[in-house]
Every structure is written in structure tokens, then in C-alpha cells.
């Protein structure tokens, strides 16, 4: 059995991220954690994995039993305890899949006989996900803690995920998943823990009861996705256009030919399953890769780093600064950015970040990185903004604000691009793309 007492989860500056929870899961329960992006969801789960204190800076104020075992002074690799953090390159071992597989010493529990021989520096976000998980799971710990294990899956991946998980409560482990696409999870779901600014709101064993009070308070459900009309917009002058693009790693090719357009004033989106190539089409038109055959065109002439902004799907690896504000601030300043100042905070506020402009980006959940990201690379007005999964670990106003944001600097005549496997928002977009096997498609156009 599974008991935990967290009174308080301290960070460095002082701040509390987590605080009054109790949770108690027999053997094969599921329990998920859900609350809007900031909520406390990572913090709880570093603080039972023993990340904080031990890995992370923090002060755990409680107790975490395992099968009536006090394990709250152990280390996070001598606990009973299997964790996966939100970013999966944390727990990438190895140049190759099958090296990872060795080194964790546990057998994989989803399909990824596609993936086990190929490079780990060849893999999409969505592919090191499925490695990292297949490989958590698989470790036969009696507790299984997992944040945000759906996001870059396509749907095919989701499903095999939530089939895992349904695998190991079979097994009688306990489960905990922290989640913001919650639909699937609901549904092998024991129990529900909603959290809203590190405290609980709900917790029990009525998961609809539960799913109703993270509704009220940000969470979004897929019945709750904004209905969106098209937009319908179709720009004018080429911002960027690629022509029979081959581009690949190690002599093989992931990009066949491929074609793309975007006009300035455009919001264009890009779908697909994952390993498809979105990633790579997205870096190739940065001038991070640089194509096999074919050519990548500007509108305003020659490549340069003011015109383009690029946010990574883990662009927190690029916080180099000691506060939010000094992370777009600074970047305002080197791109001569007028009346910089002014304009860094009002971005840190349409991304609901006013709030934190002084705590240290480590300190921001995954959503909130992702947010900050967006803010460094926006205050620059780039005309062509490339987004790598943006709304991973967004809530329903985090998803909003995004969008509000690229909608302004397309009225400025932007071109904003953007990779996700959130399909119920596509009609926020002007354009989507779809890749598959190498080839590009447009697949809806309002032009």
C-alpha cells in the first residue's frame, strides 16, 4: 500500500509549491492528478519520487510509506518508487535505443521495435517519450509515478500508453499520473487528486465529481475544448517557402520532397504521427538542419537570428537566466527591441506569467516553461515563429493566451507555425499541414 503526507513543499525563495495533500492508494489503484497549469502537479510528484529534495533544491515537510515502510529519507533510486519527469531526455541513457533499454535493465512493456535501433539524437520528442515510458513501466517497482505521460503522443501512442497503465494496475502497482490531456486516464482512474495553487480542491474516489471541479477551475476536458470558428485567413506576402526538401540523419532520409508555404499574417499548423518528420521540417525551415536537396527560402532575403523565432519542445533547456523577467528581457535588449522593457512585461502578462516575473524559471512548471519560452522568443516580433508542441501542459486559459499572443503578432504579419497532436484545436489555424512517411501534405487551406 501506498500512503504519503505532504504538509509542505518548500522551494529556495521562500515559495511554497505544495501543500495539505494526503493520498492512499491500494495495491492496483490509479490515482489522477489533475489542476491548472502552476497547480503543483510536477512538485507533488518530485517530492514522493524524492527528486526534492535530493536532486532538486527544495524542503519536503512529510512522510511518503511504501508497503509500511517510512521511505522519506531515501534517495530517489533507493525507493520503491519508478518516476517520469515531464521531459523524457532526463532519463535518455545511451546513443541508441536498445542501449537505453540495457541500461535500465527492464523489459519494455509498449510497442517500440521501430525505435530500438535508431539513434537517440535521431528521435522526435514523441519517440523519446514512448522509450523513456515503455522503460518506467517496465522497471517493476511497486509504485509507478508519471507526469504528463501523453504528451507528443499521437493518438495510436496514447492508446498504448493508457494500456500500459491499465497493465500495471493489473499487476497490482499503484499508479499516479499527472496529466492535462485527462479523457483517457479518467478512465481507468480509481481515484482523482484536483489541485489549484498547491492545494487540494477534491480527492476521492468519483472521478466525474472530481473532473467537474477541474473544469470549473481551468482544466480542459476535450468536451470543454473551445468550439472555434475558422478563421479563414489567407496571407499575402511569402514569409517562408520550402522546395523538394530531402532531409534525413545518417544516410536516411525523414523528409521526401517535401513542400511548405507560409504567408505572412497566416497561422499554419502541422500534424502527424510521431516520428513523421515535424520536428525535422520545423528545424530545417529555422536553418537548424540544412537539407540533403531542395532549398529554404526568406521573404525578407538571407537567414538571420532576429527574424526567426524557434521554441523547442523542450525549450527550457535555454533558460540561462536568474528570473523570468531577465529571461525575455534580456533577449529584448540584443534584438534592439524599442522600449523593451515595457514590452517584456506585458508579454510575461498576456501568458498569465505577471505573477512570477522574479522566481527563478526552474522554479515554473512544465506549462509555465513553456510559456516563458514562448515570451523570449515573441518579444523579438520574429516573422516567422516556429512552435514545437506549445501546448503541452497548458490548461484551458494557457492554451488561450498562447493563441492570443500568435494572433497579434499575425495581425503584425507574422507567420506563426506550429507542431501539436491537440487536433480539437486545428480551427484556431489558417492552414494545416499533415506529414506522413517522409511526404508533406497540405490538408486544409483557406486560400
Keep these: 500500500m501506498f500512503k504519503a503526507h505532504i504538509e509542505r513543499v518548500l522551494y ?15 495495491p492496483g489503484e490509479v490515482l489522477l492528478v489533475v489542476g491548472p497549469s502552476g497547480s503543483g502537479k510536477s512538485t507533488l510528484l518530485k517530492a514522493l519520487a524524492g527528486v526534492i529534495p535530493y536532486i532538486e533544491e527544495g524542503n519536503v515537510i512529510g512522510r511518503v510509506v511504501v508497503d509500511g515502510v517510512d521511505v522519506s529519507s531515501l534517495r530517489p533510486g533507493k525507493r520503491p518508487v519508478a518516476y517520469m519527469p515531464q521531459n523524457p531526455c532526463e532519463l535518455v541513457l545511451g546513443e541508441y535505443g536498445y542501449e537505453t533499454i540495457l541500461l535500465y535493465g527492464s523489459k519494455p512493456v509498449m510497442p517500440i521495435d521501430d525505435i530500438e535501433a535508431k539513434p537517440v539524437s535521431e528521435m522526435s520528442s514523441g519517440q523519446l517519450q514512448r522509450l523513456v515510458l515503455s522503460n518506467i513501466v517496465g522497471q517493476g517497482r511497486r509504485v509507478v509515478l508519471l507526469d504528463e505521460p501523453l504528451a507528443n503522443l499521437d493518438i495510436e501512442a496514447s492508446r498504448d500508453a493508457v494500456d500500459s497503465v491499465k497493465q500495471l494496475a493489473s499487476q497490482g502497482v499503484s499508479v499516479i499520473v499527472a496529466e492535462h490531456r485527462v479523457s483517457r486516464v479518467a478512465k481507468i482512474a480509481s481515484k482523482i487528486l484536483v489541485l489549484e495553487k498547491g492545494h487540494p480542491r477534491y480527492y476521492g474516489e468519483d472521478v466525474e465529481a472530481g473532473l467537474e471541479i477541474a473544469e470549473k477551475i481551468g482544466v480542459r476536458l476535450v468536451s470543454s475544448a473551445p468550439k472555434m470558428v475558422w478563421r479563414g485567413r489567407c496571407g499575402e506576402d511569402i514569409v517562408v517557402i520550402a522546395e523538394g526538401l530531402w532531409v534525413g540523419y545518417g544516410g536516411k532520409p525523414v523528409l521526401r520532397g517535401a513542400h511548405f508555404v507560409c504567408r505572412s499574417g497566416e497561422l499554419t499548423a502541422i500534424i502527424g504521427p510521431n516520428g513523421s518528420g515535424k520536428t525535422t521540417l520545423l528545424r530545417t525551415l529555422a536553418g537548424l538542419l540544412r537539407p540533403w536537396k531542395g532549398e529554404v527560402r526568406y521573404g525578407w532575403g538571407k537567414w538571420h537570428w532576429k527574424m526567426i523565432g ?24 540584443r534584438a534592439s527591441v524599442v522600449d523593451a522593457e515595457r514590452k517584456s512585461r506585458e508579454l510575461l502578462e ?9 522566481r527563478s524559471p526552474w522554479e515554473l512548471s512544465g506549462g509555465e516553461k513553456v510559456r516563458l519560452a514562448i515570451a523570449k522568443m515573441a518579444v523579438k516580433e520574429p516573422l516567422l515563429f516556429l512552435l514545437d508542441e506549445p501546448f503541452r501542459g497548458q490548461d484551458r486559459e494557457g492554451i488561450e493566451a498562447i493563441m492570443n499572443v500568435l494572433e497579434q503578432l499575425a495581425l503584425r504579419g507574422s507567420c506563426c507555425v506550429v507542431v501539436t497532436h491537440d487536433i480539437e484545436f486545428l480551427n484556431y489555424f ?18
Design 350 to 358: 498576456a501568458l498569465g506569467l505577471q505573477h512570477l516575473v522574479e
Design 430 to 447: 489558417d492552414k494545416v499541414y499533415k506529414v506522413a512517411k517522409g511526404r508533406v501534405k497540405l490538408v486544409r487551406s483557406s486560400c
Design 310 to 333: 524557434y521554441v523547442p519542445s523542450n525549450p527550457w533547456l535555454g533558460f540561462t537566466e536568474e528570473t523570468l523577467y531577465a529571461e525575455v528581457y534580456n533577449v529584448a535588449m
Design 12 to 26: 529556495p525563495s521562500g515559495c511554497t509549491g505544495v501543500r495539505g495533500v494526503k493520498v492512499d492508494l491500494n
